[in-house]
């Protein structure tokens, strides 16, 4: 693949604020403390992780003892959840906007982990950490949604005289659990509106990738964030199931897949959930789009992030009369993207997060091409991590539905084409999938994109663009197996506060005066 930089990934971070939270090992792995019952620790028991570049170790990560995170919990509800409760809402602001200028002055580290333990790009890193920035400070537009309503009693005549307030108030404690995608922008996210709304916060990342949430737990803690109010869980998935059922836990933002988001929710129990679970988006280009426009989007939505995002398109659907043009521009699109080691500028798509994932993606390949689809751009894989981005056609839209590829979500830059009559039949198509998170149309026909518009089952529909849900600036989430409730600024307040009614009665005490 050319331009490998160095034979044994290291991450060298440089930056002197981060110097007391890891010491270097002498073959160069980074063993990271963890925070967790307001401080670092080294637990001496660690979680390994690795570069998906080649594989390297990079670093080890403390876990914390289930006793210290059970006593961090604790103190989280009797002392920590009060403390960001009874700061008042502008400070919070305050504290959120000095976070925004610390992740500004301090982005190189962060950038360079998210490159070395998350596998992308410098352009892909510098733009989740710009991202970041920019969620942490509309942090004020979130306040708007921080509000409640007045029910006047008058329309019963059981409820005469008296009057009702109904009022959000935070959860308390929210636990918020991030896959390994987007591992700083996801938690900046989720801090941000459960932080604003008065909760405090348990980090859960990634096993995969945690480097760049502890970094930015760094920063929280030299924010000034109360110290009882946030803890960073650097412990195994399957180790929160001892956690999830902490009825002290009041509600649960998790992103990952649908499974685990499902037995997230059965061991959790009863508690407020918002799930942003898997995706893979549907593309529908109709027959007047402006082709090469449609083959340049759609290109990016297939190949961004190694194809490692839940609104990737994954499955495009093409009126007839055009369909021979667009996939012959759609394939010269695809040709633009070089994969290879992402600190290289020449490649614009890195890795897959682990050898498995291209195991999978290599597996459902086959399978399609068993059920009788043919790959028409890319296909092989390149290396223990990396793959070249797949294109395959099928003619035969029921053998296309049995496909892997259609069934399950394959987190891989792979893509299934397919000719359709009308959009009728493109609804069907997409209605039938499990998933329902966005979908993107191409085309100028008002009457059939208002009538797509109507009929498609998911959370979000981009017309001439790719679905992408950015900062969150406009709402997204999914529905069926994508999820439940909406991230999105002012939005996602509703997810991680509960409403409380209130109902003032002054009944014979002469206020109103009823003409009954
Ligand atoms: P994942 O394997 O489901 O893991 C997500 C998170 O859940 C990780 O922090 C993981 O920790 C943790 N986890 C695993 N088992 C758990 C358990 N039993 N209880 C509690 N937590 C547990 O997902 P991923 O591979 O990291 O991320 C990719 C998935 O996220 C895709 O399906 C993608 O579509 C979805 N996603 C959805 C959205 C959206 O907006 N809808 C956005 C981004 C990503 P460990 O790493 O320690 O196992």
């Not at 307001?38 to 670093?59: F, K, M, N, R, T």
């Not at 009797?78 to 919070?92: F, I």
């Amino acid at each position: 693949m050319g331009c490998i930089l160095m034979d044994n990934v290291i991450l060298d971070l440089k930056d002197n604020l981060f110097k007391n939270i890891y010491r270097v090992r002498e073959d160069g792995v980074l063993v990271f403390k963890t925070f967790i019952d307001g401080q670092w620790i080294d637990s001496g028991d660690y979680l390994e992780v690795h570069s998906p570049i080649d594989g390297s170790l990079i670093a080890l990560v403390s876990k914390p003892s289930l006793e210290l995170v059970h006593k961090t919990i604790d103190k989280m509800y009797s002392k920590g959840r009060w403390a960001v409760r009874d700061t008042p809402g502008d400070r919070r602001l305050d504290l959120l906007e000095k976070l925004a200028d610390l992740l500004s002055h301090h982005r190189d580290d962060i950038v360079e982990a998210l490159v070395i333990d998350s596998g992308k790009t410098y352009s892909q890193a510098r733009g989740e950490v710009n991202a970041s920035i920019e969620r942490l400070r509309k942090a004020k537009m979130d306040l708007r949604r921080l509000m409640g309503e007045y029910i006047p009693g008058d329309w019963s005549q059981l409820t005469l005289e008296s009057e009702g307030i109904v009022r959000k108030e935070p959860y308390g404690i929210v636990l918020a659990i991030t896959p390994f995608n987007y591992p700083l922008f996801d938690t900046a996210n989720k801090f941000t509106y459960s932080f604003v709304a008065g909760n405090a916060v348990l980090l859960k990342p990634s096993s995969l990738d945690p480097i760049p949430v502890i970094l930015f737990v760094k920063l929280l803690e030299e924010a000034g964030f109360p110290k009882e109010a946030f803890a960073l869980l650097t412990i195994k998935g399957s180790e929160m199931r001892e956690i999830l059922p902490d009825r002290r836990i009041g509600a649960i933002s998790f992103t990952g897949s649908t499974e685990t988001g499902l037995e997230v929710m059965r061991t959790g129990g009863i508690k407020k959930y918002v799930l942003e679970l898997g995706g893979g988006d549907p593309a529908i280009v109709l027959s007047d789009t402006d082709i090469e426009h449609a083959a340049g989007n759609v290109a990016v939505g297939i190949t961004s992030y190694a194809g490692q995002r839940c609104d990737a398109i994954k499955l495009i659907l093409v009126e007839k009369p055009v369909y021979e043009d667009f996939k012959a521009n759609l394939i010269e699109e695809l040709g633009k993207y070089k994969v290879g080691d992402p600190r290289c500028p020449a490649y614009s798509v890195g890795p897959l997060i682990s050898k498995h994932a291209v195991d999978n993606a290599m597996k459902a390949i086959e399978d399609a091409v068993n059920k009788g689809g043919k790959k028409v751009y890319g296909g092989k894989r390149l290396g223990e991590t990396y793959m070249e981005p797949t294109l395959i056609e099928f003619t035969d839209k029921n053998e296309l539905l049995k496909t892997k590829l259609f069934v399950d979500e394959v987190f891989a830059p792979v893509a299934l084409i397919l000719p359709i009559e009308n959009i009728d039949e493109a609804i069907g198509i997409v209605n039938k999938r499990r998933y329902g998170l966005d979908a993107a149309i191409f085309g100028k026909d008002i009457n059939k994109i208002r009538k797509l518009i109507r009929f498609l089952e998911v959370g979000a529909i981009y017309i001439n663009e790719y679905p992408r849900h950015g900062i969150g600036y406009y709402p997204f989430g999914g529905r069926k197996d994508s999820g439940i409730g909406r991230e999105g600024i002012g939005y996602s307040i509703e997810e991680v506060t509960a409403w409380k009614t209130i109902v003032y009665s002054y009944r014979g005490r002469g206020v109103w005066r009823y003409l009954l």
